[in-house]
């Protein structure tokens, strides 16, 4: 992440100023056309005719603007390349920020796992609690019975029944 905002705050100003220059060779390339135009225009020649000299000229204006046309194209290669550049690195911190994600939500679900089987050991270990004090409290109440019924049938209470 730390190097893609170095890499915006790197190529911005380059961007910025590769459009800057790109615009500044457009507006050459008009001055130069303009001037081709006006040199194409001109007839110094005898009974109006172009000269071999007039011809000439055209020509290196042609050949000027031929010149900021290729500086035109190497611009914008370059700053094709500064975009594929930019683009290439921003696709890789993503990669990253998906991998780096996708292996957090694999430890989350790990830990979540952890303590569905934490929760499902306590689930039995309360049930088995359960039912010992459920069996506890059937045998006290079994045997509770029991005794009663032998005291009630001996008809004689034990001496911690009788008062004195």
Same mark, same amino acid.
């Given at each position: 992440?730390?190097?893609?905002?170095?890499?915006?705050?790197?190529?911005?100003p380059m961007m910025l100023f590769g459009q800057?220059?790109?615009?500044?060779l457009m507006q050459e390339r008009?001055?130069?056309?303009?001037? +081709?135009?006006? $040199?194409?225009? =001109?007839?110094? %020649?005898?009974? %109006?005719?172009?000269?071999?000299?007039?011809?000439?000229e055209t020509n290196n204006w042609m050949e000027r603007i031929i010149r900021k046309?290729?500086?035109?194209?190497?611009?914008?290669?370059?700053? $094709?390349?500064i975009q594929k550049t930019e683009i290439t690195y921003e696709k890789n911190d993503y990669k990253y920020i998906a991998s780096k994600q996708e292996?957090?939500?694999?430890s989350l679900k790990r830990a979540l796992e952890d303590k569905d089987s934490n929760i499902q050991t306590g689930?039995? %270990? =309360?049930?088995?609690?359960?039912w010992t004090t459920f069996i506890f409290f059937l045998s006290t109440i079994t045997? %509770?019975?029991l005794y009663w019924k032998q005291v009630l049938s001996k008809k004689?209470?034990?001496? +911690?029944?009788?008062?004195k």
């Open positions: 992440m730390k190097r893609l905002i170095t890499l915006i705050l790197f190529l911005s800057a220059k790109l615009e500044m008009q001055s130069l056309h303009q001037q +081709w135009q006006q $040199s194409e225009s =001109k007839k110094s %020649g005898i009974f %109006g005719n172009r000269t071999k000299k007039d011809m000439i046309d290729n500086q035109i194209m190497d611009e914008l290669k370059m700053l $094709s390349e292996r957090e939500i694999a689930k039995s %270990g =309360k049930r088995t609690y359960e045997l %509770g019975i004689t209470f034990p001496h +911690w029944f009788s008062r």
